[in-house]
């Protein structure tokens, strides 16, 4: 057997199964978007880990070093961000090919200063190897969050309204655009969706603030896309989903390109992936003052994409009726 038919989340299981949790009052191993480790009797550190590699996550002539260095950071802040927590410290682990040129590597560590500066990460160490071939970026960070403002996969409620901040689908659109020939497409709809991709926004302070929240239940980031990040809320907390394709927010750059191209904006929506929206489930009752409360404090909308129900499994609903056609996101040892 090989690791392909394991698929990424039989090899975590496999992983996980070999190693014993600590029998510690707090902590949580693999299984959510960071670790947490118990700091005091307050606060607890979120840690979490991702690897970017050449030729898997980014193609050296579709990314500019300078986004490349913020995307890598941008990445591991959605994780912190997904449980509702502050980052706080950065490391910075690089494989590379001797042929490397120092001006590339010094954009990336420019883009990736840019960001960190903006989000106060200090970059606390790393490591550094050569490489046979490809390019292979590894960045860990540590974050702190108040033990009350964790928001984990697993705490979603029948009966809750499940939301989602900024849209979905440009990221993949981006990727479209860069390996089918139209990087060089500079309207201001391709430009919005390859910077989707390239250079994401990440949903720091908005995690840090839905962290705050009581009335919401569990939180996760689409990373792998909408149909696979919804699956882990579901399958965590034991719960169904339900989503309306109908209020699945998507960009109008979007829409404009995949008119142009023939693209299926609901495919890319919701199995594309990378577009670090965060995706959360909160009590129903409070659904109204969240979101109008999320305007005002980031003057953009909140938007309502489905529910949680008893059961199991994801549920795509269009106009009021099931969708059969199943939806998947992103396993990196599947085709
Ligand atoms: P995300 O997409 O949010 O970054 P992943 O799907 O990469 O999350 O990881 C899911 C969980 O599995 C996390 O808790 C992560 O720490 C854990 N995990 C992933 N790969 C490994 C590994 N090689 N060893 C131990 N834990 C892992
Ligand atoms: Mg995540």
């Given amino acids: 057997m090989q690791v392909k038919n394991l698929g990424e989340f039989g090899l975590i299981q496999r992983i996980s199964g070999k190693f014993e949790s600590p029998d510690q009052q707090g902590f949580i191993g693999i299984g959510d978007d960071c670790s947490v480790i118990p700091k005091d009797d307050l606060d607890s550190y979120l840690v979490t880990c991702d690897t970017l590699v050449e030729n898997i996550h980014f193609l050296i002539s579709n990314i500019e070093p300078h986004d490349l260095g913020y995307k890598s950071l941008a990445v591991n802040l959605s994780d912190i961000a997904a449980m509702g927590g502050i ?8 494989a590379l090919p001797v042929e490397t040129g120092t001006s590339w590597i010094d954009k990336f560590l420019d883009g990736l200063h840019d960001l960190a500066i903006r989000e106060h990460v200090v970059l606390a160490g790393g490591d550094t190897t050569k490489s046979p071939r490809n390019i292979a970026i590894a960045i860990t960070v540590i974050g702190i969050i108040k033990k009350g403002n964790i928001k984990r996969r697993n705490g979603a409620e029948p ?21 089918e020939g139209h990087e060089n497409e500079a309207d201001q709809s391709a ?13 720091t302070s908005e995690g840090a603030w839905i962290g705050t929240l009581s009335a919401v239940h569990a939180m996760i980031d689409l990373s792998d896309g909408l149909a696979s990040d919804a699956r882990h809320i579901a399958e965590s907390s034991g719960v169904s989903i339900r989503i309306d394709l109908d209020k699945v927010p998507v960009s109008e750059s979007l829409l404009i390109k995949a008119g142009e191209y023939g693209w299926d904006v609901t495919e890319l929506a919701v199995s594309a992936g990378e577009d670090y929206s965060l995706l959360f489930a909160a009590d129903a009752s409070e659904s109204d003052r969240i979101q109008s409360a999320y305007f005002e404090k980031f003057g953009e ?23 059969k056609k199943p939806y998947h996101g992103f396993d990196h040892f599947k085709k």
């Fill in 191 to 203: 430009t919005d969706l390859i910077q989707a991709h390239n250079r994401p926004k990440v949903h």
């Fill in 87 to 94: 980052p706080e410290y950065a490391f910075l682990s690089m």
């Fill in 301 to 323: 909308h909140l938007t309502c994409i489905g529910e949680v129900r008893v059961g199991e499994g994801v549920d795509f609903y269009r106009k009021g009726k099931k969708v």
């Fill in 159 to 179: 009966g809750d309204k499940l939301f989602l901040t900024g849209s979905a689908g440009d990221s993949g659109g981006g990727l479209r655009l860069l390996t």
